[in-house]
């Protein structure tokens, strides 16, 4: 039985891990050209280290061994998120196609599913399972593909988890409190060392694991509101950001006539350094949306129906206003540089 001081020490576990091995993991993929090198399709300039998805694996399973009892289901978890760990690794090292990562992420998911990870809103086992995978899947993918700016991915994540363990902690779920605080001091451990300056990037090893691991969270924690439809909200308006983004992605590639899967700075925090912010500034924004967002779910958590409903009305709003402005945004920009290339080709 998790106590208040498990989640105390199971933050602070996580944080020192990561702090301590982030250097350890910088140090070993340079000596193995465990490298992140540079290509027109990334932000960065020069080659970078990967492994640091694997310090806050380390991290986070480190706050868990030594602050809470591993049940069936967190067994599940964890072991999903070693199935990602080792996705990821392949992956930073070789690559691998989309279809086959696919694959083992809903492989991960129905593990955790068949351990007892479940959606406890739908009643029919497979029905349930489907919307399960989905989920998880889902959210997997799109920490996956926010992980485009430094320190960007690790900072929702830690944002995301700050927000459910308060929850949590203040319903008194405190294995779900004490496992969203590790994951969260890891993350925090995690970007001293890729944020603003990235001395180190977490790869695929880590978007992955941090995703899944978030998407399980936002399942198995406690957040029941008088309105169910409400309680179904928390987490995704928690999670909106990478929900966003990711929906903003495929929209963009579908107008442009690409596949979903192919790489590009199309992702929000692209369109923003397009406008004139510089990267550091663009990050900062969107930790600062995604803390409002957090807000929006206490609101809706803890407030009267009425003021959680009005707070979910406003929330979704303006998600649905920013994206169509950066979506417009990047249109007019990308057309301006066709045009200045077309004019380019005539004159040349």
Known sequence: MSTSWDVVGSFFIGLVAALGFT???????LKTNYLDHPEKKKAHLKATPLLGGCAIYIGFMASLLFSVDISRPLLGIL???TMLLILGLIDDRMGMLPELKLCVQILAALTAFKFGLR??????????????????????????????LNGLSSGIAAIASFFFCVIAFFSKDYTTAAFTAGLMG???????????????????????????????????GSWETE??????????????????????????????????????KDHSSHTLSMMGLKKKRAVLIIFG?????GTSGLLIRYSPSALGIT??????????????????????????????????GKTG
């Open 23 to 29: 250097p350890f993991m910088r140090t070993i993929a």
């Open 79 to 81: 072991i999903g998120a």
């Open 119 to 148: 959606v406890t809103t739908i009643e029919d086992y497979y029905i349930c399972m489907f919307f399960t995978v989905f989920w998880v899947v889902g959210i997997t993918n799109a920490f996956n593909l926010l992980d485009n």
């Open 186 to 220: 890891a993350c925090l451990g995690f970007l001293r060392y890729n944020f603003p300056k990235a001395q180190i990037f977490m790869g695929d090893t880590g978007s992955l694991v941090i995703g899944f691991l978030l998407s399980c969270i936002a399942v198995i």
């Open 227 to 264: 309105i169910i439809s409400l309680s179904l909200a928390i987490p995704i308006i928690i999670l909106a950001y990478p929900i966003f983004d990711t929906t903003l992605v495929t929209v963009i590639r579908i107008r442009e006539g690409r596949s979903i899967f192919q790489g590009g």
């Open 289 to 293: 949306i995604c803390i409002l967002l």
């Open 311 to 344: 707070a979910l009305a406003v929330t979704v709003t303006g998600m649905l206003g920013f994206g169509l402005r950066l979506i417009n945004v990047r249109q007019n920009i990308v057309g301006l540089k066709n045009a200045k290339n077309k004019r380019s």
